[in-house]
């Protein structure tokens, strides 16, 4: 006979949005790297290149060390991105509004105490 239950049971109540906050913080601890160099990367060549930032006086590679690691590194991290985003969505079984948005704003949350540490250093 056909079976109408899903493949995958999904956890119930608040377990799922405790596994869907869990992976975007782990994923936002991940996606430190990632930030660190795109950052970096602005930093030092277009935003250099405008006059708004100084260029790192060490740096002198160019911008082909930053092409051959920092676009693998990049397309994989959306690729990641995009994979856990939808896989989590469809075995969790959330909402997908409010899942893009915990998801998003608990990945961006370590970078984020990072940024302002490192802001709060500068200060005092």
């Known amino acids: 006979m056909?079976?109408?239950?899903?493949?995958?049971?999904a956890p119930a109540g608040?377990?799922?949005?405790?596994?869907?906050?869990?992976?975007?913080l782990v994923y936002g601890v991940l996606l430190v790297v990632p930030v660190w160099l795109?950052?970096?990367?602005l930093k030092s060549y277009p935003l250099h290149a405008l006059g708004w930032t100084s260029r790192e006086p060490t740096e002198n590679d160019g911008v082909l060390p930053w092409l051959i690691?920092?676009?693998p590194l990049l397309l994989l991290t959306v690729l990641?991105?995009?994979l856990v985003g939808l896989l989590g969505r469809v075995v969790l079984g959330l909402p997908r509004r409010r899942w893009h948005r915990?998801?998003?704003g608990l990945a961006a949350l370590p970078s984020?105490?990072?940024l302002l540490g490192g802001l709060l250093q500068a200060v005092f």
């Open 38 to 41: 795109a950052a970096f990367f």
């Open 80 to 82: 990641g991105w995009v």
């Open 112 to 114: 984020s105490v990072l």
């Open 102 to 104: 915990v998801r998003a």
């Open 69 to 71: 690691l920092g676009v």
């Open 2 to 9: 056909y079976d109408s239950s899903p493949p995958t049971a």
């Open 14 to 24: 608040p377990v799922r949005w405790a596994v869907a906050g869990a992976a975007g």
